[in-house]
């Protein structure tokens, strides 16, 4: 069993604003034995500004496996560690996830501080439906593979975000624009928390034409949002309670029932159908 010190912490750092490094991270960076960062150089110059003394490693993609077994024996052996990443949510588009799945089969405790990240922020901010929603990682480099990942999200019911770095964001906008269509609804989130921050709700031509109108706003990192596809199947399923419920009134049941059947036999739900058996009657 290990000690209560054997935890890996999580830790969220900003994504630009630095005022979004909350006092629980930087107390669990001051606290820990040691920060395994994404890039020693970038962190270091962050930490001390924020009088972080603790001593940091470097955990990237490049040794992520060979340090795993590393990160591992330390926490065993009863020490505390803090994962960050260069900006962000650690494990989110960066490294991480096999170390916490390694964590969690070897019964380490592992704890996230939560804070930025940038899919969420974005997401808040976007003003597309936030009830449901998929991140997609970032939209593949090369263009056959970028337009038949686009191809994939035409009947996506739910919003979708990814990431796009500033060489590719117009090339992305244009097939998004070509393949989902001009009208499809859709966000551009950039450089957030930081002083060029911009977020732009529109259909994907307008914004399209908006970047190739001001080059000032290619540049930076992105968040892009893909409003889910309106749902077909929603409106079969709508036409098919309509016609039982009509059905059921036409027999002579009672508005309420009717209602009440229709919603077991086709899982719509009862109250919307009551009020709309109560209009069929007439009795509204
Ligand atoms: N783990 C990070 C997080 O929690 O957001 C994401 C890391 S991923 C390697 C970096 C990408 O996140 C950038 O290329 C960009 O697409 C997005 N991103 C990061 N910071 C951002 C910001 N301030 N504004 C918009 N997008 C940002």
Request: proline fraction near 7%; hydrophobic fraction near 40%.
């Amino acid at each position: 069993m290990s000690s209560p010190n054997s935890t890996l912490y999580l830790v969220a750092t900003p994504i630009g604003n630095l005022q979004d490094f909350s006092p629980r991270a930087l107390a669990t960076l001051r606290g820990a034995d040691r920060i395994y960062a994404e890039d020693t150089r970038h962190c270091r110059p962050l930490l001390s500004r924020f009088g972080i003394d603790t001593p940091a490693l470097s955990f990237h993609e490049h040794n992520e496996a060979k340090r795993e077994a590393e990160v591992l024996e330390f926490l065993q052996g009863g020490g505390s560690a803090a994962l960050i990443s260069d900006a962000g949510t650690p494990a989110i588009s960066d490294p991480g996830f096999a170390l916490v799945r390694a964590c969690h089969e070897q019964g380490l405790r592992v704890v996230p501080i939560p804070g930025p990240c940038a899919v969420i922020a974005a997401l808040s901010a976007a003003g597309l439906p936030t009830d449901r929603f998929a991140f997609d990682g970032f939209l593949p480099r090369k263009p056959a593979a970028r337009r038949q990942s686009i191809e994939s999200m035409r009947h996506e019911p739910r919003t979708l975000v990814v990431y796009e770095s500033a060489h590719r964001i117009l090339d992305a906008l244009r097939d998004l624009a070509e393949i989902l269509g001009e009208q499809r609804m859709g966000a551009l989130a950039k450089e957030l928390t930081k002083l060029h921050e911009r977020i732009i709700r529109a259909p994907f031509g307008e914004i399209l034409r908006r970047l190739e109108a001001e080059p000032e706003l290619q540049k930076g990192e992105f968040v892009l949002l893909i409003e889910g596809a309106p749902q077909a199947a929603d409106d079969t399923a709508d036409r098919q309670a309509e016609q039982t419920l009509r059905l059921l009134i036409e027999e002579g049941l009672p508005t309420k029932q009717a209602a009440h059947l229709t919603a077991r036999l086709t899982g719509a739900h009862r109250n919307p159908l009551y009020k709309r058996a109560l209009e069929l009657r007439g009795d509204t």
